[in-house]
């Protein structure tokens, strides 16, 4: 690649697939990247990429048409025999469709086929138990011992090549069985909060930890083409296929990426386009008047109408494959509806509006709480607000608007129950907003590998076990239903899913709002900052790709494309370290911080470190209320805000009892006396000082475990993460000292084991 | 004027002066501002402005030499008769030496002289009790019932003038004794921490509250010398004659003031000259290397030495009257003699050493103390640094070598001890460093009259009752002495001084280190932000040349300067309002804020508005330990760090027991139960509550009182006062009810008096 580490592409990867006579069948633009990437693999590793063109140019004899069989027709003929060799590539050749479609003259001993990749059609026809791979979907299956991918549009191709180098030599193995491949939710988005112009706090990119942006740099477009391909390609290859390219807080010069500077974007989109990846804009709700001149921006107004539809047909023309806009209305000082009276509804809707002609999405945020809240106010409850604005709007909002909601009810923290807004609004279509970039969870300065975090929320069920989950709710199905892909071997822990329905009874993209998370990535030549972060995004992708998914199996695939075995010393030690460093991380930082879903205890303004009291005082609702006696926040219908009303049964009594309410959760929902005894039978003060000191051995552990890799892996990328534990170690320690002595302090409870507080 | 508000010199104030007819004698350029000033009031207010120029130009017949006599020889021809009268001056017109010098032959009816300011020679001889002006100083007598300013340097002369326009019609008084008026110190000195370029966190003006600066702008000077000449005159008439014009914090691009950007320096120097005020420049300690390409800064490597050498000549080339280096070393990330293995007089002696030569001072901060402390060790204590560093190094500096100590040993919080450095170097040169700008104080969004807490910092007396004061300390005198000016009718509260010798004993300006503060000033069109921030730059003026002088006095004439009677509807009400606003403000301000001398409680950065533990888990050294039991810093020798021990008795003594210990200062040397009775009968706990009550109580009378003045005064200073009184509102209520509900939360003891905490 140009530029920035090959992440989770190892060149490595993609030995099995390159080594080996391909063939690539269909036309299109997704269908070129595809012989693109198998032609640059076979010029690396030995291997000859071919291709086939139109349907009309393979032979019909050799696909008989067996939609509505079981299994793959092992009678059909020999790959062998495949249609349209067109020779071996040239390393870095790209041969032309024309030159591709040759036609079968070629054929001869030195033109057998391993591996096929192909459009279905006359030609390549087949399905897996009948069923076909739908529209990003794929199959993966054989013909004469020789595996084939096949997929009805040209990004189930993509999402299939791709599958392939995730198995790597196992794609070969002549005992795999058939099978069927398709996302859980059509949507699998990433926001970027980039900016264009420097912006005075925040930086170029807000909540950025991985260097600039990779899409802007002092006010303008960077331009770097080669470095965006390659990451629209990390990205298909983790299954994301839409992405925001500026802030959701959209300052003066960034809200002119919807008209003036529209080019820009158009150039961005041109990039990512060939990757299946659809480009998004965060547009300002004021935009009428800072860049139409209107009077007004109230929704209802028919200019203002007019004007978005009018605005909106210059970006589809320009765009024609413009994915649509993303609006954080009427938050921490952004304008939106409120300004005229008007509902969250009425604000959408008229983007929907001039957007529902092309096909393209509103993203509207449900991040809308009062950020000046009165730390004295304690019937005032932020987490309460999103469900307070929004559930009363379920039913009101037009079919191409996405209402998108962070994961939790206040704002990423590593531990936060999941919002009940996702459970409050049936005729709505729901996104589940992740963090990738690490905010509250380390800053990509702490190793926190947040797969199983997000594992917990989508797995989440609000209406009780056994009922539909949260990916559920994603994926736009309420009733109980089952993974949206029946690949079999699925193995890790978290396998088992609520149900198991057949494949065809979700119809996910057609109503849900799919999986959107905030990017992590910057223009640090790790992407990411830390390279351990690099997994987040990764698993990210793959998760709302399969929301079933275990996410130690997900890290095990990151593992194994980024550091293939047959790029490193020793295979077995850098995967054990890795799990042995990663697969807790989430849990060591929640342990090392904040206590018991009580949240915050951050440093103001960045949000890095310890400050237990830094925002307890402040206008951002965030509080805990710590005092000599307990600490936590009631949010009881009992005795407190009330928030657990917002939950459904069983989750409203669950939480609305101290005693019921889960041990890591208890502080969101309760202020709780320090001798209080948690199910664990620990008290919750002996709990804070015992995860504490716990959490810092775990990281100094880490530390240790990692030096094992040194001479083992890529110097840079050792010596990064190294380094990065070093001020992990520092930081856990902050953390615990902190922790401890201010809870030592208030309480005045000593340590039973008698370890140092300050 | 053509730029900023008139401040303390109001052109009313000028009225009785420029309503006469006013004969200036002498030459120079300073007697030109003289002869200027006289001649602008007169053109306002139909006096006449006369001049005679050198000394030989005067009729030596009305100028029998006195200098041994008691009082003016009352047997002097009439003043009427005085020499050299230069006409009628029209407005505007400033006459050259030339004209002015026309000598007796327009003396006529109409040329008759009302008032002189003259220097002294055979023409105008003159003492008062036997003793001259002195350098700087300046008789106020009378000659044929005439008042005559009588000086030896142009600059006594100004500050004459400045006299007669504070004490207006009173200056014409017959019955008025006379008086010799001289500075307390030499040195009189302002540092502004003004950057050239904005800084990225700092801004222009490093704690400026005041708009940018007046000297730089985005990386430039600004140029404006209208403006600059207001305020050198402003000043001027405070007292004030040195002053640095670039922050103490020396970044990169000015770090090249000294060198290559000096003519900018140069030009801020001639247009102060006229007022004379010398300009100051702060350099950073590693110049020979970032400027002089040396590979060190060693102040005892050969190679540093003469660069500063060279270097400190092409500064005098260039400015003839400049002041000297003002020096942060080793400081807060500043480069200095630690580096090098050397001590701070090694540091201060190199550039001591160049600047000899050319009559230059330095000024060596002794603000050194480690900024990166860790929370958790007791045993390391801030306060003790600068004592613990420079006490070992008294009597190894040069004699141009001022040790520039900050008044207490902290830093600039509303109540602080005094520094023991302060009593701890009998043979350096010492200077008090006030912070005028607001950094502590309420960053002049409240009203903060300082005038008063420097009051009580200039007369502790550290040796005990009856010795020397800080302000002999600061003056170079540490037997007991008395004020250096021998002014009668001083007779506020403050006017007590610790003893009356006669004048001539201090020999102040030889070897004190005077008085510094930290500018307030920026191009806000009121100066200062806040308007009534004005009075603290004038008070920090006056008690630099008189320190003895009450504060409340110098109040009272800042009121009558800035709103004169002519000039406002209702005199006595604007005074009395004032008074009321102002005098007992800094106690206000310390009531609800952090109590008993604990310091800090700030937020972090920015040190505006409450913050309990915002400082309480970092570097910086600046803690309470509050916990459930009590609150406070041991500095105790017997069990603390020992910080007592670096005072003389008796005040070693009296700080160490919590029961000698004076209240407001219990918890800067104590940690105490919150139960512990304060000499004022109340516990602890129970004062917090109380004062901070009262606090806000305070805060609302004032800005109920200040609303007596709309219509009364300038409706742009009531406005913006009245908008500020706002804000001290609200401000003040943040900080009484955070810091109640910190001490409730964590102490558990109920208010007495059962107000509302949170």
Known sequence: MSDGNAAWLHPEAFRPLGSRRVLVHGAGVLVDTVFDEVARACAAYGGRARRSGEAAAGPTDLAPASASAGAVNA??????????????????????DADADAGPADAGSDTGVDLVLALRDAAWPGAVDGAAPGDEGFLLTRRDDVPVVLADAPAGLLYGLFHLVRLGESAFDATRPPQRHRPATALRMLDHWDNVDVHPVMGQVERGY???????????????????????????????????????????????????????????????????IRVHLSVTFAAPIVLGGLPTADPCDEAVRRWWAATTR????????????????????????????RSH???????????????????????????????????TDRARAAHDHFAPLDGLFRDNVILQVKHGPVDFQPREPVSPVLAAMPATRMA????????????QRHVCYLGPAWREVLRFAPWGPGGPSIADVAAGRRGPAGPAEDEPGRDGPGAAGPGAAGPGTDGAGAVGGGLVAVANVGDDPFWTGHPLAQANLYAFGRLAWDPERDPLAVLDEWIGLTFPASATGDP?????????????????????????????????????????????????GTYHFADRDGVGV????????????????????????????PDELLLFFHHVP??????????????????HFAGVEQVLAMRQRWRALDGVIDAAVYERVAERLDEQVRSAIEWRDQINTYFFRKSGVPDRRHRRIY
């Open 75 to 96: 009678d059909t003929g020999p790959v062998d025999a495949a249609p349209s060799p067109a020779g071996q590539v040239d390393a870095g050749t790209v041969p032309t």
């Open 210 to 276: 991985a260097g600039g942006s990779i899409f802007w740099r002092d006010g303008a477009a960077r331009g770097d083409r080669a470095r965006l391909r390659h990451y629209a390609r990390l990205l298909a290859a983790s299954g994301v296929n839409a992405i925001s390219v500026n802030n959701v807080n959209v300052h003066a010069t960034e809200a002119r990426l919807l008209t003036g500077r529209l080019g820009e974007v158009a150039e961005i989109a041109d990039v990512l386009r060939p990757y299946g």
């Open 314 to 341: 210059r970006v589809y023309a320009r765009i024609p494959d413009f994915g649509g806009y993303l609006v954080k209305a009427d938050s921490e000082g952004q304008p939106g509806p409120f300004s005229y009276g």
């Open 345 to 379: 509804a009425d604000g959408a809707n008229v983007l929907a509006d001039a957007l529902a002609p092309h096909g393209g999405l509103v993203h509207w945020r449900a991040f809308v709480y009062n950020h000046h809240q009165d730390w004295r106010d304690r019937s």
């Open 432 to 443: 589940v907003e992740f963090q990738v970039t690490q905010e509250y969870t380390g800053q």
């Open 572 to 620: 077995a030690l850098v995967r054990e370290t890795l799990h042995a460093v990663m697969d807790d991380s989430w849990r060591c930082y929640e342990r090392y911080t904040a206590p018991l879903g009580v949240g915050f205890m951050v440093q103001p303004g960045d949000h890095y470190g310890p400050d237990v009291d830094g925002y307890e005082y402040s206008r951002w």
């Open 634 to 661: 009631d949010r009881s219908r009992a005795t407190g805000t009330g928030f657990t009303s917002q939950y459904p049964p069983p989750w409203s009594a669950v939480y609305e009892s101290a005693e019921s309410c």
């Open 674 to 691: 320090y001798d209080h005894v948690l199910h664990s039978g620990s008290t919750v003060i002996q709990h804070i000082y015992d995860t």
